[in-house]
């Protein structure tokens, strides 16, 4: 299994607890970096889980056993962790903003059993986002030192961001509520309008609420430095479908199918073709299949364009297949018969329509490139 490495919020040396939120915007911040140059990073949702399991406070000063057991439940290979103090600053000793940020950063090598260098940047808290990409940079090539990327390229492609922005950004990952983090994550774009990551997150709550105009808006942003951004591609393509517009949806998916081939970036490839008659959907949708065979999803949609075609035995052992795999499926069963009578499409009888996909396992496929390039 390829090295998978997590990254704990910054511990709160500042005494001021409404300070808490830079010790995730950090956390945040050296993650996105370091995924967006092909490291295996463990989400925020899978550490924030872990932290609920364990009955830990986010913002709890950590001990070394608890970071190990942290590290071993997210089956970490390496855990990056650290600390941040903020000194007066010279000009404006009670204006905390304006003060001198220290930000420290160690890794632990759970495989080794042994604690890595210290990583230390310092500078004013204005300087918070660039500060942050430089640890993050610190603790890149000391876990991946052949990279091809230099520290100057690293850091243009990084640009700032506000100190507000980042923090409205952060509120909102925090916030109880939909419509809190909407109001925060807008906040963010608006202080900063090429913030990626507030982008990014609200396509995703405007496609909740099945927005799609608002939420393809929102995916366009999203920057192709950002670890989100093939996600955010293959978001846009179903924002597309589900507007009508198959041809745009079509070009999304194919884009995204050339780096990031995931079956169901082919099945809903496959669907955008079948509205547009072309004939490559149904070995989009055949790829699909082939790549996950136990998905009763898949052995419907190569069903349903076989029986577009008249080829009624061929859609009958698959409709057969879906049904093996889920009894429940009503549709399936009536489509089955359907085949069984060789009763092809009608005008007067409403045809199925082709199962999207609107999950992006990203993760997977990198952790399998992961394995291969070591092997």
Known sequence: MADTA??????????SANLD???????????????????????REERTEVYRRLSIRPTAILTRATIFKIGQSLDAAQVIFGQYELGPATADPNAPIHGTLRLTGFVIDLKHLRLGPTFTTEGPMTDLSILQT??????????????????AEFMRTRPPVRVDALESYIRGLLAPSDDAKIKLFTQATK?????????????????????????SLWFDKVASTDSHYM???????????????????????TSVSQSVPLNEVYN???AAESHLGKPDALDN??????????????????????????QFAAAKEKFTAVLERNPQDQEAS???GRVTRNEGPKPSVASPKERMKVTFEETAFLQLKAELKQK
């Open 285 to 310: 949708f055949r790829k699909a299949l082939e790549g996950d065979n136990a998905d009763p999803d898949y052995w419907f949609n190569v069903g349903l364009m076989l029986w577009k075609q008249g």
């Open 334 to 336: 009536d489509m089955l």
């Open 6 to 15: 997590a990254v704990l919020p910054l511990f709160n040396y500042t005494k």
């Open 231 to 253: 996600e955010a591609m293959f978001f846009l393509g179903l924002c597309r479908f589900y507007q009508g517009d198959y041809e745009s949806a079509v070009k999304q998916f």
């Open 134 to 151: 430089k640890l993050a940079w610190l603790v890149l090539h000391y876990l991946a030192p052949n990279l091809s990327i230099t520290e």
């Open 21 to 43: 939120w830079i010790g995730e915007s950090v956390a945040e911040r050296v993650r996105e970096s370091l995924a967006s140059e092909g490291l295996l990073l463990s989400s």
């Open 268 to 270: 809903d490839l496959g």
């Open 191 to 215: 202080i900063d309008d090429h913030y990626s990551e507030p982008a990014f997150q609200l396509g995703r709550l405007y496609f909740g609420r099945k927005q799609y105009r608002d939420s």
